[in-house]
């Protein structure tokens, strides 16, 4: 439970940020061009709102809405989400946005969509500035990595160290090496001291996404960092940090996981623990808890193995922010031609899959991480060519530069209503996958 709360409050603030600076491009470009903002909301606020603010002089109120499904700036002689006919049967009014040039309605409507993307980059370059840039290399992770069953079925053997794919040399673990080694004949990878050539099918990535089983976790051994107190397990047992466990009741258990699934199988019971000390193998008795756990905290991989960090000044972290930016783009640009599949279909998800991108302990690197790849997520989906989001506006605006004729204000609406209940329904089926998921996990 404390992981679910930890998770869906870093999900409302990090939406809630990426909200206000979407709608804040539109807010400071329709202000630009001299159109009034009726109303500038964080959630929607069907039926009340808990908290609203206009001054006696403002033109806008400012509120935050009941349903944290996303927010809006209602902009005046707009077709959009309010639906707001009564205005719209009203002769065109100085002050509105159907009043104003194609050229300004496009900018307010991009607006937000660039705001996003600018606020990834800013962000990622602060992340940069603040904690450099730290990864465990590939060829550095030396018991190597256990793999998914489906790429146990491509050739690939737990303990495996990725060398390269397609002649290229892997550097990190990540998304881009999911791409690199599903999208290349051929994976080469270090196997008991001897280089292995795997050979990859060419639909390496639809079978990735219909077993959903991800694709491979860095092997490591549990080394105790620390123990959680003095009445843990371990501490009676008399274990100590650095000792680094090897095996369960003379069963070899030489990653972090191999303990950790052998001692869940030994809840409230005695076990015979083998670790070394100082090089020197030796063995302690260890009465585990309830939930089979020993009460320790361990080393992590990048504590264990060399990691590699490369520090940014001021300045020079805005270069490289933005190259990460733009390369993280392109990479999720890629991967949406599989959404189009049967395999990316099913794969697809709603809060509770954005949710999990967040780590279950509260950490700032990897929030303002997510929250900047969300944000280019939201950018990079509003400007889809789709009735009722930003780019369907800019599809039709750039229909009425082309042919010198704007499309008539009920043809909009019926647009508007046909996007809004295409997203709704794609909204309903990711979560109803979330769900699904959770159901039967």
């Not at 274990?239 to 199988?265: C, H, M, R, W």
């Not at 890629?334 to 599949?341: A, E, I």
Request: hydrophobic residues 45%; aromatic residues 14%.
């Amino acid at each position: 439970m404390e992981t679910f709360l930890i998770r869906a409050l870093q999900l409302i603030l990090s939406l809630s940020v990426l909200v206000v600076v979407h709608e804040a491009g539109h807010f400071l470009f329709a202000r630009i061009f001299k159109v009034r903002v009726e109303k500038f909301y964080l959630f929607f606020d069907p039926w009340f709102a808990l908290f609203r603010y206009k001054s006696k002089s403002g033109e806008t109120e400012y509120g935050i809405g009941w349903l944290p499904l996303g927010g809006y700036c209602k902009i005046s002689g707009m077709i959009d989400e309010s639906m707001d006919r009564e205005q719209l049967a009203q002769p065109p009014q100085p002050w509105e946005f159907r009043s104003r040039p194609a050229g300004k309605r496009l900018l307010i409507m991009v607006g937000g969509v660039l705001f996003n993307f600018l606020l990834a980059l800013f962000i990622y370059s602060m992340v940069l500035f603040a904690w450099g840039d730290r990864y465990l290399p590939l060829e550095n992770m030396k018991m190597g990595m256990d793999y998914s069953d489906t790429f146990h079925e491509a050739g690939f053997e737990d303990g495996d160290i990725l060398l390269s794919a397609g002649g290229v040399k892997l550097e990190r673990f990540g998304a881009d090496a999911l791409r690199a080694v599903a999208g290349a004949a051929s994976v080469t990878v270090l196997r008991n001291g001897t280089e292995t050539v795997i050979p990859i099918p060419g639909d390496m990535m639809q079978r990735v996404l219909r077993d959903k089983q991800g694709f491979a976790s860095i092997r490591f051994p549990m080394i105790i960092d620390r123990l959680a107190g003095n009445e843990v397990p371990a501490a009676l047992a008399g274990l100590q940090p650095k000792d680094s466990i090897v095996s369960v009741d003379s069963k070899p258990a030489p990653t972090f996981y191999d303990v950790s699934a052998l001692l869940s199988e030994k809840k409230n019971r005695e076990v015979t623990i083998g670790f070394y000390r100082d090089g020197i193998e030796q063995t302690a008795q260890v009465r585990l808890d309830s939930l089979g756990k020993l009460g320790v905290y361990t080393l992590s991989p990048d504590q264990i193995y060399a990691a590699v960090t490369t520090s940014y000044g001021f300045l020079a972290s805005f270069p490289a922010g933005i190259l990460l930016g733009v390369n993280t783009l392109k990479g999720y640009v890629g991967d949406m031609k599989y959404v189009f599949t049967k395999e990316g279909a099913s794969s697809l998800g709603g809060f509770g899959a954005i949710g999990s991108l967040f780590p279950p302990l509260w950490d700032w690197r990897s929030f303002w991480i997510t929250t900047a790849f969300l944000s280019i997520i939201l950018a990079f989906m509003n400007i889809l060519p789709i009735p009722a989001l930003d780019g369907g506006h800019v599809m039709f605006l750039f229909y009425e530069v082309i042919t010198r004729r704007k499309p008539s204000d009920k043809f909009l609406e019926y647009a508007q209503i046909t996007g809004m209940l295409l997203l709704f329904g794609l909204l309903i089926y990711a979560n109803g996958n979330d769900l699904f998921r959770f159901i039967f996990k």
